[in-house]
T-cell receptor
Framework: SQQGEEDPQALSIQEGENATMNCSYK?????LQWYRQNSGRGLVHLIL?????REKHSGRLRVTLDTSKKSSSLLITASRAADTASYFC???????????FGTGTRLTIIP | EAQVTQNPRYLITVTGKKLTVTCSQN?????MSWYRQDPGLGLRQIYY???????DKGDVPEGYKVSRKEKRNFPLILESPSPNQTSLYFC????????????FGPGTRLTVT
C-alpha cells in the first residue's frame, strides 16, 4: 500500500534555481526519510527527519515536516545538473518494521 | 568499501525456472530487506529481516521466499517465476532497522518470459 505520495510527479528547472518537492502521507509516522535515485540505480539516503522535528538541513538540502498536515517537503537550493534524479520519500509507521516509499518526483535540471 | 552487492545484475529467464538473487552486505548490519520497483508503483517491500533467522513479510511477498542464515547474506528466491515478477529488484540493509539510513544495492533487472 502506498503511504507517501510525492508531488509533483515531474519537475524541470534551470540550473541554479531552487527545486521543491512535496510528500503527503495518510497515517501517523515515526520518521520520514528522503532518498535520491539516479536512473535505474540504487537509492541513496539523503536525510531522515523524526516526527518531533520540524526542519532539518544537510548541505543544499532542506527538509520540513508538518505532522498536522501529514506532509513533508524537500528543497534543493542552487540546483546543479548532477541533481537530476528521482526523489522519493519513505515513511516509517508505528508498530511495524516496514518502510513505505512513495512513487517519486522526477527532477530534471536544465543546464 | 562499505557496500551492498547483488548478483546477478541482469537476468532473463523463463516461466517456472527457479532462480535466486543474492544479496550481501559488508557493514555488519542487522536489518536487510528486498524491494521491487515498477513504473508508477514506486518501491514496494517484499520481505525484510531484523536479524539472523528472523524474517517477515513486506507488502508484496507472494511468489517469493527469503532466508537469513548468516548476517551478511539475504538471498531472494523465486521458486516458480511468472511474467508478473518482471521488475527491478533492490536489496537494502541498515544498522538496526528502518529508523536508520538504508543502504541500497545496485539493483537486479529481472525479465521473466
Amino acid at each position: 500500500s502506498q503511504q507517501g505520495e510525492e508531488d509533483p510527479q515531474a519537475l524541470s528547472i534551470q540550473e541554479g534555481e531552487n527545486a521543491t518537492m512535496n510528500c503527503s502521507y495518510k497515517t501517523s509516522i515515526n520518521n520520514l526519510q528522503w532518498y535520491r535515485q539516479n536512473s535505474g540505480r540504487g537509492l541513496v539516503h539523503l536525510i531522515l527527519i523524526r516526527s518531533n522535528e520540524r526542519e532539518k538541513h544537510s548541505g543544499r538540502l532542506r527538509v520540513t515536516l508538518d505532522t498536522s498536515k501529514k506532509s513533508s517537503s524537500l528543497l534543493i537550493t542552487a540546483s546543479r545538473a548532477a541533481d537530476t534524479a528521482s526523489y522519493f520519500c519513505a515513511t516509517e509507521n508505528f508498530g511495524n518494521e516496514k518502510l513505505t516509499f512513495g512513487t517519486g518526483t522526477r527532477l530534471t535540471i536544465i543546464p | 568499501e562499505a557496500q551492498v552487492t547483488q548478483n546477478p545484475r541482469y537476468l532473463i529467464t523463463v516461466t517456472g525456472k527457479k532462480l535466486t538473487v543474492t544479496c550481501s552486505q559488508n557493514m555488519n548490519h542487522e536489518y536487510m530487506s528486498w524491494y521491487r520497483q515498477d513504473p508508477g508503483l514506486g518501491l514496494r517491500q517484499i520481505y525484510y529481516s531484523m536479524n539472523v533467522e528472523v524474517t517477515d513479510k513486506g507488502d508484496v511477498p507472494e511468489g517469493y521466499k527469503v532466508s537469513r542464515k548468516e548476517k551478511r547474506n539475504f538471498p531472494l528466491i523465486l521458486e516458480s517465476p511468472s511474467p508478473n515478477q518482471t521488475s527491478l529488484y533492490f536489496c537494502a540493509s541498515s544498522l538496526r532497522g528502518i529508523s536508520y539510513e538504508q543502504y541500497f544495492g545496485p539493483g537486479t533487472r529481472l525479465t521473466v518470459t
